[in-house]
């Protein structure tokens, strides 16, 4: 039933070289991985490492070099020539269908299923069984995938391609967003299938790498600058070779808001896309000057929250007073006049238009202003010195501010839609997962200019599950818990286990 024929014992590739417009994305990397064996591969935001690993399943062809499968050099000319040697990626983005089934998902791929003229879904159903016993992993075949959660969808990428075969796994930051629980659930499973499989793993998040990884390798600027036993190293080390320097991040230790409150969140109600309450009484404020950290295990209402604010769902009752003017169901664009800044989980779909350059998605809520609009006409000098100005500031890696932003990598798209809402000088920011995708440099550097905002006297809700951003960063940390205020308590009592606690839904007693 299995793809493949022959297993891969090794996999070696030599020389690779990979560039694109003004970018050498790839520089001579060689490197080589043994069944059994688990390589982490760290580096920052834009140091090739999505570029490597698309390369290897045929998705981009190398300008030089090659690889070998068991000494034996190789040509994938598409994932399906890779596929058929066993190697399976999980993508950075995920590739699934939203309104099609879990079964109709991994049946696209499954070609032993496609008899001549007749798809044989029993069949897929019966490998898809297979799988989630053989790995513990379970999936509902016939569950729509736009109903999973993240950390759903990530299982059912993982049951795909194993279904398929992929006897040497390649996995392109496959925690940057999952909670807290299902990384460690994922980081166990991977632990127990690198008995039988090669894996190749890529975080930003060192104690990952740690905790799984038998070898580190290090790509800075397109080129592999470290590579060893991870147990060799410590987290530290490796930090410090990856960003060439130390990595602090920096603390909220301002006193506490005396301003008065920026943003009003009254009795809210909100439906969510099921349409069942995921705001349910919802009320909270933030002060100007004021960080207030909501936490809380994703699927609770914080997508809701941040939309609604937005103008980008419907209040069905309560009321949501931004500096003294209720904008409840206010559209999205009176929102952002009001003076509101967000940045949006979805960053492909609601935080950059990915074919318009970087220079215009930098100004795309400002183009009627008179910083950058004449008018009828753009001030092309404007939007241009703009764009060279915050790329240099916010170190966003890229040949020119023309490119479409959607070939910037991961890390970098995110660096784009930070610099734009942190440089509109607004009232209120929403931040939804600021750091998620981003190198530890990247996340310093946004941790200060979060704390920059807030001394300037901007109030921020941050919605996080990194409780150490959120425990870092905040004056006070709200919990969410099903639609719900749990508690707000002051970050400086905001202990881990704490805050585990009421995450759970559990009722505070103070004594803990
Ligand atoms: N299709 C493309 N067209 C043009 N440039 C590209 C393309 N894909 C990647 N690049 C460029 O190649 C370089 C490496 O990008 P890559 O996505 O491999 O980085 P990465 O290490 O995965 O970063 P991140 O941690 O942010 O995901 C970047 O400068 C990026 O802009
Ligand atoms: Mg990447």
Redesign the pocket.
Known sequence: MELTTKTIKKLRIEHITKR??G?L?CDDITLEISKGEVLALV??????????M?ILMGL?HQDEGTIFINDEPVHFRSPNDAFSHGIGMVH?QYMLVPNMSVLENIALGYKQAWNPLKLNLQMVRSRIEEISQKYGLSVDPDALIWQLSVGEQQRVELVKTLCLGAKFLIL??PTSALTPQETDELILLLKRMSNELSIIF?S?KLQEVKDLSSQVAI?RH?KIVFQGNTIDHSSKDIAALMTGHEVNLPQNDAPACTLGPMLQLKNLFVKSDRDFLALDDFSLYVCKGEIVGLAGVSGNGQKELAEVINGLRKVESGEIIFDGVNIANFNPRQVISAGMGYVPEERNTEGIVPSFSIKENLILKDTETMQFSNRSFLKNGAIEKNAVDLREQFDI???NVD?AAG??????IQKVILAREISRNPKFLVAVYPTR?L?MGAAEFIHKQLLQKRNEGVGILLISEELEEITNLSDQVAVIFKGKIQKVIPASEASRRRLGILMAGVKDDEEI
């Open positions: 694109f417009p970018v994305a580096g920052e935001n834009g140091a090739g490492k999505t570029t490597l698309n981009y950075q392109d930051e890529i930003h790509l397109g890696r890229s040949p490119i070939s910037l990598s991961g890390g970098n995708g190198d």
